[in-house]
């Protein structure tokens, strides 16, 4: 058995909530299974928050504090976590945000907008303020300061494998000045080739098809069960329940014979750049 890993709990607020709540349980003398019984939530999840890539639902700091005999500490904390997580993103994307970190597969279909993970700032900027019109400046930057940071983890040590889906129509939708879509695209295949990452597009010609809602991005961990996050207009949804993450998989699994090839899919996206820049998307 591999060793432990510990959290460095000096590293952040979610880092010293998950050392302390280990500490408090193991002080307690309880298993992640007993300190999950009666909570509606899974050992999983616990082990999760404990290691940083969770933030702890209101609810669940309620029966820690109340099986830890706490006080109520666990429940005070949640906000300073949740403050600390959000970092410039929506706070229902915050857990995501985190979890990517630490994820060893994403993988994404995006059918309107590029993959947070795949945007130039430009981009980013643009669609923040399209649906944040009255935001500061200020407010605005921090967003696609905290998007740009998402990115870095396509230099860590051990970065995970990526799979992207995008929908033809949103390679065609002129978002930027041409000169920005140019750089947009060329960057989506720059990270996809020096990443050894995988992308494959949708044509605009396909009718139906397995995956006709709203963004979805997929994450598998080395030792958490696999997750699915789904975002609409102001608001997303983590699902860890296995039979829904099983027909969400089942589903990017029958889009994806349902894309072009890879090699295909970046020669649209290559295309299409040097379209932008020349100004042949017009016709």
């Known amino acids: 058995m591999p060793p432990r890993k510990d959290p460095d709990a000096s590293a952040n607020v979610p880092s010293f909530y998950g050392a302390e709540l280990r500490y408090r349980r193991e002080l307690a003398g309880l298993t992640l299974e007993q300190l999950a019984e009666g909570s509606f939530r899974g050992v999983p999840f616990l082990s999760q928050i404990e290691r940083a890539e969770r933030r702890m639902p209101v609810d669940l700091a309620r029966h820690v504090d109340k ?31 985190e979890m990517e970190q630490h994820a060893e597969t994403i993988e994404e279909w995006a059918p309107m907008l590029v993959p947070g993970l795949l ?130 998989r089942e589903s990017y699994d029958l889009l994806r014979a349902a894309a072009l090839p890879p090699e295909a899919s970046l020669a649209i996206i290559e295309t299409a750049a040097g379209d932008y820049r020349d100004g042949k998307h017009r016709d």
């Not at 500490?73 to 993103?89: K, M, P, T």
């Not at 967003?143 to 992207?164: G, H, I, Q, T, Y």
């Not at 390679?171 to 990443?195: F, G, K, Y």
């Open 67 to 97: 099986v830890l005999k706490t006080d109520g500490f666990f429940e005070r904390r949640c906000e300073d976590a949740r403050r600390a997580r959000q970092s410039g993103h929506a706070e229902y994307f915050a857990d995501v945000a």
């Open 119 to 248: 945007q130039t700032a430009p981009y980013t900027r643009a669609i923040v303020r399209a649906a944040m019109p009255r935001a500061s400046d200020e407010a605005v930057e921090e967003k696609v300061s905290a998007r740009m940071d998402r990115a870095k983890l396509f230099d860590s040590e051990n970065p995970p494998n990526f799979w992207a889906i995008l929908d033809e129509s949103l390679i065609r939708r002129p978002m930027l000045p041409d000169e920005r879509m140019a750089e947009q695209l060329e960057h989506i295949a720059q990270v996809v080739r020096n990443t050894h990452s995988i992308l494959q597009i949708v044509p605009q010609t396909t009718g139906v098809h397995p995956f006709m809602m709203g963004m979805t991005k997929f994450m598998t961990f080395v030792d958490s069960p696999p997750v699915v996050y789904t975002e609409c207009l102001h608001s997303g949804q983590l699902i860890d329940y296995p039979a829904l993450v099983k027909q969400y």
